[in-house]
């Protein structure tokens, strides 16, 4: 009997080992009862003000703090099992974010536009002007392909019609440049709950684009849309990136599933994330993954692993990959290698405020055929919004 006790105590031992670790959900739970059965589509979704938060850490003071602990909305579990309070943000609507991101895209691509502006609407527009043109707009990343063609059909439509009325030079450029970053692409998030499962994202990358930070951008573009996020830390390498995804977590009242050991299997903790979604009824899970180089193949096929294990449980219905607008055409290369591994289904671009690299949207959709669902301008944590094609030109060109 006793060898038998033994035998279970170093079977179990062993299996817990090789999962890798015990797994912590940080933040805000459905709270039990709310569903009676499977959620329905029609059930309104939780706040923050509703749920409680599970964790096993007080929140750290200084850089990275999750905020003033003064909300009774919402608890926290500190290491001595005592409750405290902490102040969840409500992220700013949507609708806010574009108008103010279209702003400063305006103050910061103005360069590009105006440049463009200037030369077709000058009295003769000669074959030097023209290859200026085409040196402007290869300079702002839009690529050889899309370049030719935007010249090719601005020379034929300038000739046709002869004017130089820079309102008719500047409806010119739009319509061109509109068709160029075609509206009719389908831009919207696969962020809408199934009947039996939530939706479920990976985010993935190269090192150093911010994917980490994008992610809690994104949960919070969610949160705002009233939706019940749950966040993955599958991003097992990188030290203190769990802590860093909980931490904006925690901000906006959203938990994230990680491992509580260094180097856990980043495809465990993505199967874990899942689970923990679908068990809790959230709307969206979205996993972070480690960022890897494009032409590294061993990691590269790590990854194509962690969505196949989390398609064990439920399909993969948004693959986003973080790209820096500044990388230009390297970016490119990157989108291809990633797209082949993982089936890229949208492209979040970051950094997108300098003054000559608007051309990259046009250049990474024509490549993948993938559109551009999100930009972002600047480091705050509502610079992060919906991307809009009419929006875009209208700021490129005004």
Known sequence: MDQLIIIIVVAAVILIGGVGAAFLLRGRKTPPGTYTSTRDS???????????VDTLERPRSGAGSTGTITDEDTELVDDLGGKVDLEVERPAPVLGRLARLRERLARSNNALGKGLLALLSQDKIDDDVWDEIEETLLLADLGTEPTLELVENLKRRVKVEGSRDPERVRTLLKEELLALVDPT??????????????????????????????????????????????????DTFRAAAAEQLATWGARVGVPTVKSDIDGADPASVAFEAVKAGIEQEVDVVI????????????????LGKIKRVVEKQAE????????????????????????????????????????????????IQRQLGVPVKLIGLGEGPDDLAPFDAQGFVDALVD
């Open 42 to 52: 029609d059930d309104p979704p939780l706040t923050s003000a509703g749920g409680s």
């Open 185 to 234: 692409m389908d831009r919207s998030l696969a962020d809408d709950r199934h009947d039996n499962r939530p939706s479920i994202m990976m985010v993935v990358g190269v090192n150093g684009v911010g994917k980490t930070t994008t992610i809690g951008k994104i949960a919070r573009v969610l949160v705002a849309e009233d939706k019940d996020v749950l966040l993955g830390a599958a």
């Open 316 to 363: 993969v219905d948004e693959v986003l990959l973080v790209l820096d607008a500044t990388t230009g055409q390297n970016g490119l290369n990157q989108a291809k290698v990633f797209s082949e591994v993982v089936n890229v289904t949208g492209i979040v671009l970051t950094k997108l405020d300098g003054t000559a690299k608007g051309g990259i949207v046009v250049a």
């Open 287 to 302: 996993i972070d993954t480690a960022g890897r180089l494009q032409n590294k193949v061993g990691l590269m096929d790590e």
